[in-house]
C-alpha cells in the first residue's frame, strides 16, 4: 500500500444469503391453499345444488304450462261449439247478432290465452335449456 509502484488491489468478496423464513411459513401457506381448495369445492357443490333445484322448478313450470294447454284445447274446443250452436240460433232468429259477436269473441279469447300459453311452454323449455347448458 505504501509502495509508488503501480499494483492491482481490490477486495473481492462472495455473499451469500439464506431466507430461512419459508421454513416457518410452508405449513400455513399450505393450510391456506388446502382451505381455498376447500372453499372451491364447496361453492361448486352450491352452484350443482341450485341448478339442479332451479331445473326442478322449471320442469314443474312446464308440467303445468302443459296441463294449462290441454285445459285450453278443451276450452278452446268447448267454445267453437258454443258459437257454433250461436250461429245456428242466429239463423233460426232466435238470438241477435250482438250475442253471436260476443260468442266470437270469447272463442277468439280462449285461442288467445291457449298461444299465449304455447309461448309460456317454448320460453320455459328454452330456460330449462339455458339452466341444464344444453
Do not use: P
Given at each position: 500500500?505504501?509502495?509508488?509502484?503501480?499494483s492491482?488491489?481490490?477486495?473481492?468478496?462472495?455473499?451469500?444469503?439464506?431466507?430461512?423464513?419459508?421454513?416457518?411459513?410452508?405449513?400455513?401457506?399450505?393450510?391456506?391453499?388446502?382451505?381455498?381448495?376447500?372453499?372451491?369445492?364447496?361453492?361448486?357443490?352450491?352452484?350443482?345444488?341450485?341448478?339442479?333445484?332451479?331445473?326442478?322448478?322449471?320442469?314443474?313450470?312446464?308440467?303445468?304450462?302443459?296441463?294449462?294447454?290441454?285445459?285450453?284445447?278443451?276450452?278452446?274446443?268447448?267454445?267453437g261449439?258454443?258459437?257454433?250452436?250461436?250461429?245456428?240460433?242466429?239463423?233460426?232468429?232466435?238470438?241477435?247478432?250482438?250475442?253471436?259477436?260476443?260468442?266470437?269473441?270469447?272463442?277468439?279469447?280462449?285461442?288467445?290465452?291457449?298461444?299465449?300459453?304455447?309461448?309460456?311452454?317454448?320460453?320455459?323449455?328454452?330456460?330449462?335449456?339455458?339452466t341444464?347448458?344444453?
Amino acid at each position: 500500500m505504501m509502495s509508488s509502484k503501480w499494483s492491482l488491489n481490490g477486495i473481492v468478496g462472495v455473499r451469500m444469503s439464506w431466507n430461512i423464513s419459508g421454513f416457518y411459513t410452508a405449513k400455513t401457506q399450505r393450510r391456506q391453499i388446502e382451505n381455498a381448495m376447500g372453499n372451491i369445492a364447496l361453492k361448486r357443490d352450491i352452484f350443482l345444488f341450485n341448478n339442479q333445484l332451479q331445473a326442478e322448478q322449471e320442469n314443474a313450470e312446464i308440467t303445468r304450462i302443459r296441463t294449462a294447454l290441454k285445459d285450453d284445447d278443451r276450452i278452446v274446443e268447448l267454445r267453437g261449439n258454443v258459437r257454433a250452436a250461436a250461429e245456428a240460433r242466429l239463423e233460426e232468429g232466435v238470438i241477435d247478432m250482438n250475442d253471436l259477436l260476443g260468442k266470437i269473441s270469447d272463442e277468439s279469447a280462449a285461442k288467445i290465452a291457449r298461444s299465449t300459453h304455447e309461448i309460456e311452454l317454448i320460453k320455459a323449455i328454452y330456460d330449462l335449456k339455458h339452466t341444464l347448458n344444453r
